[in-house]
Structure formats: structure tokens, C-alpha cells
């Protein structure tokens, strides 16, 4: 004969799964558990644009990004930085510039000093072929991409390879899809706007 408890237990478990499906029994189990283990964090680590281990969409946490004025790296067809949120150019500094290349505002209006004066403009140079070298002291070449579909279009990852076997990480570097004697140093990533 079992003990009162376990009695209990048998009876409850019996109750349950009389009363729901096993998909629902198991949703209601995982929606428990994530309000046992913390639940906001949690979730926001099941959220993938948001978790750290993906780094960015269609990439996983592998090999950091390269350096540029905002965290992720976004690149324009040539390998010019643009602003991730809109795909607008910036310099090197991450200020808006007009097709002329100087500094403007969310308006297109030249940005002043605070005397009026306009702000006279930064270098715009490409990530991976200007950026690593200055920082790094390596040579460094756009190579191998690969595609991934984010936000219902078609992103081109782009790796910046180089010979040394040092990432930007720290660790020792991949060979991903660069060629010739090359490994990754660092990624970033191109928005082609094509849907997918």
C-alpha cells in the first residue's frame, strides 16, 4: 500500500494527464519552469536577436565583430560603415553624412559646432581594409561571405580575413571562408534587400 503522499502524487499525476494532452502538459511544465528560473532573463536568452550567443542575426557567436562606429558591424556593397538601425552612411565617427560626405543631422542639415560654425567632415573609410589594419597593425582583405535570411530579406555576412592566426577575439583564428593562407580576424555584414 502506498503512503499518503505518494497516494496524493499518483492521484494528481493521474488527474493531469486525464485532463490534458501531453503537448499541453509540457508547455504548462516549460512555462513554469521558466518563472522558477528567473523568467524575464530567461526569456530574453531564449530571444536570439537579443541573446549575446548570436551575436547578430545569421550569426552565431563564433568570431566578434569587426571594429566600426556602432557594436554591429553593418557594411554598405563597397565596405563602407553604415548605421545598423537604418543602413544610413556615417563616418568614422558614426555621424550621418550626406552623398558629399559631410556630417548631418536625422534631417540631412549640416552639423554645426557650437559657435555655427560647420563641423568640418571625418574620414569615411572601409572596415575591414582601413579599420583592422589601423588598429590592429595587420593586413586585412574582404573575402569569403555566406548568406543567412534576417527580417524576411536576404543578409550577405562578409568575413575580413588576414594571415595572422590571432581573432579579434583573442583566440585562435578559423579559416571560414577566406583563402589563400588567410584565417577570419573578424565579421560583419551587408543588408541586400532582397526578400527572402
Known sequence: MLPDLDRAADGLARGLAASMTRRSLLG?????MLVATGGAAVAAAARPEDARGFHFCGHIWTTGSCPSPYELPRIDAKGYPLRPADGRPI????????PAGLPVDERGQRLLDPDGRALDPAPRTKICEDWVPERFGIEAVTQGVWYRCCNRQIRKLVDCCSTHRIRVNGDRALVGYCYRGRYVFCVMYYETGMPC
Open 91 to 98: 563616418d568614422n565617427l558614426g555621424r550621418l553624412v550626406s
Open 28 to 32: 504548462r511544465l516549460g512555462a513554469w
